[in-house]
């Protein structure tokens, strides 16, 4: 790994590019506009929090993932969380409660923390915890849902919460959504996009992005249709493959430089909506942003992992606080190793490192 990289810088720029690309897509929108203005100020702070503590030789990545339930009540096909036995149908055991999330959220956000992304399982399973991130305004939530339980409770929430942003997953059409995600779930995502329209509220839209629905979610029919909905934000998620049937719909080298291509062009056509990949073009980023260096993953029973694709853990929030977890034997061992540099074929790193990474685990715990 290029040791002159500075992380900091990167993911500093990254995060004003995001927050400006918000506050341009929501000035038709006075009291959407009115919050992204005051979120700009709290990330301004929370990039200089992040920057005192860098000086002191601490690193604070400015993203976290939370995936605050394991249960979910689909079924998508080739669901990573499920191959990963992460996500059941039922409710779990021993899950971190709303208070213990909170008390997360709090320490998250004084570290310097900008956004936190909630994902499960199926988030909106956790009304108690969406609430509680409702609270801390100085920190953006994008929701990563199916939308199956959005009605109008979550409707007020995210009237009165501004920084609750619900990210609803999709296919692309009607009959990719389906396939994947189940008969009339494409239906009532276009319900849901209609109604938080015409209530004024922002939302966006998350694709798994392979190689057969690549040139189809970029295209402009797909995303001129999103945004004629309100949509105001597309977050692209590379498909990573967990069995080798799977395999040949991870983006390749080829399709991952189109997709690039498409979101400058995108960018640059559509400033109403902000477009994110992930995991994007890690070679710009000197590596893998994973582990700490630009987000992490707490799981619904709050070990701290690499990220959602990455399932190891060597230390859990429980018992420990969210600095340390940050800090933890199997991230510093990422981190200073060469494994997030390292190529690989496209999709995540780590997943297909996993044996590597299975054995930087094994030594840790042999240390602690």
Known sequence: MDKEFDIQKYMTKGVERVVADAIKATLKNPRESAYMARF?????????????????????????????????????????????????????????????????????????????????????????????????????????????????????????????????SIEGGREATDHRRGEGIYDKLISNMDELNRRGLIYGTSVTVTTENLRDVSSEDFIGGLSSRGCKAVIYVEFVPVTDDARELAPGEEEREYLKQEIMRLRAEHP???????????????????????????????????????????????????????????????????????????????????????AILSGAAAKA
């Open 272 to 358: 109403e909506m902000v477009f994110v990949s992930f995991p994007g073009d890690e070679k710009s980023s000197g590596g893998c942003i994973a582990a700490g260096r630009g987000f992490f993953h707490i799981n619904s029973h709050g070990g701290a992992e690499p990220c959602p694709f990455s399932p190891y853990s060597d230390i859990n929030v429980r018992d420990t606080s969210l600095r340390e977890a940050m800090n933890s034997r199997l991230f510093r061992a990422l981190r200073e190793g060469d494994v997030l540099a390292d190529d690989h074929n496209g999709g995540c790193v780590l997943y297909e490192k996993r044996q590597e990474v299975e």
């Open 40 to 168: 700009a100020l709290a990330s301004k702070v929370a990039s200089a929090k992040r920057a005192a503590l860098e000086k002191e030789g601490e690193h604070i990545p400015p993203f976290l993932i939370a995936s605050i339930t394991s249960s979910c009540n689909l079924h998508c096909a080739g669901c990573y969380s499920r191959c990963n036995n992460a996500t059941v149908d039922t409710e779990p055991v021993r899950q971190l409660s709303d208070e213990d999330w909170l008390d997360i959220f709090e320490e998250a956000g004084d570290l310097g923390v900008s956004f936190i992304l909630l994902a499960g399982g199926e988030p909106l399973l956790r009304r108690g915890v969406i609430e509680a991130a409702g609270k801390r305004q100085d920190i953006l939530f994008p929701i990563f849902t199916n939308g199956t339980y959005m009605g109008e409770k979550y409707f007020e929430t995210f009237d009165k919460c501004r920084n609750l942003i619900p990210i609803m």
